[in-house]
């Protein structure tokens, strides 16, 4: 498989050894470009690999609108002009360098999918970028994964059609949490006698500092073989040295004002996420036998209703409508975020951590834990899961400021599971110790 790499980009090699590439082809007329397209950028002060990057993508020409600039100075002069879909740049590079270019991106257009792909990165460096970069890849990197990346990314766009939440939520640095956790959280990682565990476990609590140990965790800078899927095994693979110099460098995650959404209560929301990702976790040890995806499902239901926080921190008075129409007419949250924005608070949190590169089973589960018939209907799959979880803890009647989510049934009988979720409703209403 051809590497991106400017080593092996050397201009005294012979044609045909130079990495992928066999020789510059010969100029081809240009048609013209056809609207809609994806606009990528390419930024690297290497002028070896801003070649190998431009055969790389000549193939591409049908599908992407790709430019190239030698240098952060040169990046800087084309964002400036205009704006990109994806930009892909350099961590190290004279004058201005990736940081400081990706800094102006988000700026002056929160929208882009902002992308490293660097090869002389340390860990300073990785946190310097923490809040101004969506994904982080290494050098060497092969020409089919940049293009599977560039793919996945430039498809995100499509789940979400409304520009203005795609800007919001493409601007996020990180998310607002339980202000109590967050202090918390902080005593915690500046004290020398705090575990991997004891950080493990008050980060698994919280929806947002899930998402954003989850994002570095499954961060190409760290090469982990593995998807990343649980907040205790990031914890681990990281070790409490990284999450400390991140904590100290940059926000994992910020404390949520109150008194910004009055209307959005966090403590229920919270408590909900976490009992849906409790009862998620039991049905697939108890009754699926599975527990390496109880791990997965745990993750999918605390931070099913992430989506909630992105619109009541970006957009609190529309969201207070929102919810107040919802609470008034007794319509389930999401149909009535659908009627005012376009779209629903999962489809708002599936698209940030799809930016952020975590795993793809999390981001569909939390996209289509309102509707998983879209996942299918075959085998009972994530999104599933956390539907019904979700519409059990409901039952409860825990939270009253929450409007429901009724499970449906339509589901359940084309996934014969119907008489099993009336035995979980009964038994999870009835016994004090949340048996199922």
């Not at 092969?142 to 979400?160: F, H, N, W």
């Not at 956390?386 to 039952?395: E, N, V």
């Amino acid at each position: 498989m051809p590497f991106l790499s400017a080593e092996h980009c050397c201009d005294d090699r012979p044609a045909g050894t130079v990495g992928f590439v066999a020789r510059e082809p010969v100029a081809t007329p240009v048609s013209p470009k056809p609207a809609g397209r994806t606009k990528i950028l390419f930024v690297d002060d290497e002028p070896a690999m801003v070649r190998v990057l431009k055969m790389g993508m000549r193939p591409m020409a049908a599908e992407w609108d790709v430019q190239f600039a030698e240098g952060g100075e040169a990046g800087l002069e084309l964002v400036k002009k205009e704006n990109f879909d994806v930009i892909v740049t350099d961590m190290r590079m004279a004058g201005i360098n990736g940081a400081q270019l990706l800094n102006h991106v988000l700026r002056r257009n929160p929208e882009t999918v902002r992308i490293i792909l660097s090869g002389y990165a340390d860990l300073s460096e990785v946190v310097s970028c923490v809040g101004l970069t969506h994904q982080f890849l290494t050098k060497p990197c092969s020409l089919d994964d940049l293009k599977s990346c560039l793919r996945k990314v430039a498809g995100i766009k499509e789940k979400l059609g409304h520009a203005k939440l795609r800007e919001l939520t493409g601007g996020l640095a990180c998310l607002p949490g339980i202000p109590e956790l967050y202090l918390e959280i902080t005593e915690a990682l500046q004290s020398p006698l705090t575990s991997s565990d004891r950080i493990a476990e008050i980060a698994s609590q919280d929806p947002a500092l899930s998402a954003k140990i989850l994002q570095i965790a499954n961060s190409a800078f760290f090469g982990f073989s593995r998807k990343v899927f649980s907040v205790s095994e990031a914890v681990q693979l990281l070790g409490i040295g990284v999450i400390q110099s991140l904590a100290m460098a940059v926000p994992l995650f910020t404390a949520f004002d109150r008194k910004r959404c009055p209307g959005f209560h966090i403590d229920q929301t919270w408590e909900h996420s976490a009992e849906v990702a409790a009862i998620a976790r039991r049905l697939y040890n108890e009754h699926l036998d599975d527990s390496h995806r109880a791990e997965q499902a745990f993750a999918a239901g605390i931070m099913h209703d992430i989506g909630k926080l992105i619109l009541a921190e970006k957009l609190p008075e529309q969201y207070e409508a929102i919810i107040a129409e919802s609470k008034a007419t007794g319509t389930e949250l999401h149909k009535i975020e659908r009627k005012h924005l376009g779209a629903t608070h999962a489809e708002v949190g599936a698209y940030l951590l799809a930016l952020w590169g975590l795993p793809v089973p999390l981001i569909e589960a939390i996209a289509a834990h309102h509707a998983p018939r879209r996942c299918g209907v075959g085998t009972l799959c994530l999104a599933g899961v956390i539907h019904i979880a979700d519409a059990l803890q409901h039952t409860q009647g825990l939270h009253p400021e929450l409007t429901p989510n009724p499970v449906d049934a339509e589901y359940l009988k084309l996934t014969g599971l119907d008489a099993h979720y009336e035995t979980w409703r009964r038994n999870l209403n009835e016994h004090t110790d949340d048996s199922i």
